[in-house]
């Protein structure tokens, strides 16, 4: 039968290991001896873009942080169940958090640059890792602004403060430190959030660009983006995964009436 | 306001590659029954029943693909939210496809005629018949390429074409009526000669629906209750 467009999903179920980018198996968090996440299991294809939805509050961002060991930072938490990353599972007693941290970047919803040039924002963690090569680094700041299209806009002022940077450019420069590190993973956490909506389709653009090297989960409550964006979209309700599928299905024809009712604004 | 319609200049170049697949999906559901229109006048001039069950198994081919072309307009409104003219494109293809499918349907009916093995022996009705297939083949190019175009003079010209297809149709359906005054006994085999006329009148029909989309594609106005004739002055006077 003559098909009219080609596209190829493949059905969350029928997601081989070597498709999986992560693979999170009975994982359960607690954050100030309340139960946030309640055993999820996902596995996150590897090179998609997948987009977890969900009302705030039911465990998008932790199930996010979770994926770089960010919950840590939160003393009082408590983490049971698997996270694989690469083979690894990366809740072992001896995982190198920073070795870690470089390979699965993070992107926040505010841009947080460092009080430091442009330049030294893109390099800064590389620089940590012990680059000293001046033309490795120059490289690699061209690289990562390159791919963050934001290279053609600071090329001329890249030692000015990042703080002159407008909202989208300073989002689209901590993508580009993020990038700067090569990441396998890239998480971002609402990273439009605070952008007019021009900005926000560039950024968008951006990150179709970047899933050919990284497997790339977005945390959004503008559902129309998680549609827009995403290959692959899951759906969190306090803490559980409700439903998680390719994002065709998902915003057309979800298994679950909960999702129905979520993406259709009919909830509470 | 009227700007050309431009599919190409979204921020998003995956959505610049939708739609244009989109546009290009109907255009091959188009090329796909402007090919089964020929090989029913081949069936017809030459009575070959075998053609005619051809091209009536052929359908199935059309109605899959109508279907995928819903499909991915539902896709489409549900993950991209078009708004303007992008949502027009969705809208208007929708419609294309339902009547190029409908078109898929007439044209099966006319088949009938050849594989029933009933078409009466008569030199009129087969001039009648491939004068009016012919006519409609034209007017299927000449909808097609309007819509691939977008060309709005292109489409008005299309649609006037109808207005001959009409003639010749009543033309048929009068001299039909006298050979079942003279033949009463053959009244239904002239009968199914009537449905075949008919469905033949029927895709003009349907490719003028389609020229008026044109028209609301690049506008977003109805062009239906506006003669075409005074449409056409308009165009051809802004050149």
């Known amino acids: 039968m003559l098909k009219l467009f080609e596209r190829e999903v493949i059905a969350v179920d029928e997601l081989s290991l070597s498709q999986t980018g992560i693979d999170v198996r009975d994982l359960s968090v607690e954050l100030n001896d309340k139960r946030v996440l309640n ?22 961002t932790t199930l996010l942080s979770s994926f770089n060991r960010m919950n840590e930072l939160n003393r009082r938490h408590k983490t049971t169940g698997e996270v694989w990353i690469n083979e690894r599972n990366i809740y072992n007693k001896r995982e190198n958090l920073a070795a870690l941290r470089s390979r699965v970047g993070m992107v926040f919803q505010r841009p947080n640059p460092f009080p430091m040039s442009i330049y030294e924002n893109v390099c800064f963690g590389l620089k940590i890792k012990g680059e000293t ?18 290279w053609s806009e600071v090329r001329d002022r890249l030692f000015d403060s990042a703080l002159t940077l407008s909202g989208g450019q300073q989002q689209r420069l901590m993508i580009a430190r993020a990038l700067a590190l090569s990441p396998q993973i890239l998480l971002l956490d609402e990273p439009t959030s605070a952008l007019d909506p021009l900005t926000t389709l560039h950024i968008e653009e951006l990150i179709n660009q970047l899933k050919k090297n990284c497997t790339i989960v977005i945390v959004t409550h503008n559902m129309q983006q998680a549609a827009r964006v995403s290959d692959y979209a899951a759906f969190l309700h306090q803490g559980e995964l409700i439903e ?5 299905s998902l915003f057309t024809l979800p298994a679950k009436q909960q999702t129905e009712d979520y993406i259709t604004g009919r909830y509470g | 306001m009227k700007r050309p319609f431009q599919l190409n200049t979204h921020i998003s170049a995956k959505y610049n590659q939708e739609l244009e697949a989109l546009k290009h999906s109907v255009l091959t559901m188009g090329g796909l029954l402007e090919q089964q229109m020929v090989n029913t ?74 594989q029933s093995n009933g078409m ?18 034209n007017l299927m190019r000449g909808t097609l390429d309007a819509f691939a175009r977008q060309d709005e003079k292109a489409a008005v010209i299309a649609h006037k074409q109808d207005a001959d297809i009409d003639r010749v149709y009543k033309k048929l359906l009068e001299q039909t009526a ?19 006329v008919r469905s033949f009148e029927r895709i003009g029909d349907r490719c003028k629906s389609i020229c008026e989309y044109v028209f609301f594609l690049n506008s977003g106005k109805n062009r239906k209750k506006i003669s075409t004739k005074k449409n056409l002055k308009r165009l051809l006077k802004n050149g």
């Open chain 1, 244 to 248: 998680f599928a390719d994002s065709d």
């Open chain 2, 41 to 114: 006048l081949i069936a017809i001039e030459e009575k070959i029943p075998n053609l005619a069950e051809r091209v009536s198994l052929n359908d199935a081919k059309i109605d899959a693909m109508e279907h995928q072309v819903e499909q991915e307009c539902m896709r489409i409104i549900a993950t991209r939210n078009p708004a303007a003219s992008d949502l027009r494109l969705v809208m208007t293809v929708v419609k294309v496809a339902t009547d190029l499918e409908r078109i898929g349907d007439e044209i099966v009916r006319i088949n009938r005629l050849i």
């Open chain 2, 120 to 137: 009466p022996n008569s030199e009129f009705l087969l001039a009648g018949l491939l004068d009016i297939g012919n006519r409609i083949v």
């Open chain 1, 133 to 150: 090569s001046r033309r490795v680094l120059d490289d690699a700041v061209e690289n990562a602004l390159e791919q963050a299209a934001l």
């Open chain 2, 178 to 196: 006298e050979e079942i005054k003279s033949h009463p006994e053959d009244i239904y085999m002239w009968m199914d000669v009537l449905w075949s």
């Open chain 1, 39 to 60: 055993e999820i299991n996902i596995r996150i294809p590897k090179h998609k873009i997948t987009a977890l939805i969900g009302q705030s509050g039911c465990g998008k």
